[in-house]
Nanobody, 123 residues
Framework: VRLVESGGGLVQAGDSLTLFCAAS??????MGWFRQAPGKEREFVAA????????YYANSVRGRFSISRGDAENTVTLLMNSLKPEDTAVYYC???????????????????WGQGTQVTVSS
């Protein structure tokens, strides 16, 4: 499945931003978001189960970020509130048949990745 992200940009601390990911191709996937800050490893951010009934968050974003299915089929959004400078990173959309692969951060086992979208939060 091919994933395309959009919605990144430059915002100020405390602002909100929404990222979008569209998956092409057939099949129903669990979807999630990862991010990679400069000089750091890519890390798990949030995931949504295939049914959309379960969500998972990294401790660093829980309570501020919200992942949900988009209005169109095979789309997912990440609403980011109360953004902090430490949220600055390239954000990647990911898709996998099993959500536990996403929220357990088993990146080498993930089926598909997007190209990434830059989010920059200024202080």
């Amino acid at each position: 499945v091919r994933l395309v992200e959009s919605g990144g940009g430059l915002v100020q601390a405390g602002d909100s931003l929404t990222l979008f990911c569209a998956a092409s191709g057939s099949g129903n996937y669990a979807m999630g978001w990862f991010r990679q800050a400069p000089g750091k490893e890519r890390e798990f951010v949030a995931a949504l189960s295939r049914t959309g009934g379960s969500t998972y968050y990294a401790n660093s974003v829980r309570g501020r970020f919200s992942i949900s299915r988009g209005d169109a089929e095979n789309t997912v959004t990440l609403l980011m509130n109360s953004l902090k400078p430490e949220d600055t990173a390239v954000y990647y959309c990911a898709a996998n048949l099993d959500s536990w692969v996403l929220y357990n951060n088993l990146q080498s086992d993930i089926d598909s990745w997007g190209q990434g979208t830059q989010v920059t939060v200024s202080s």
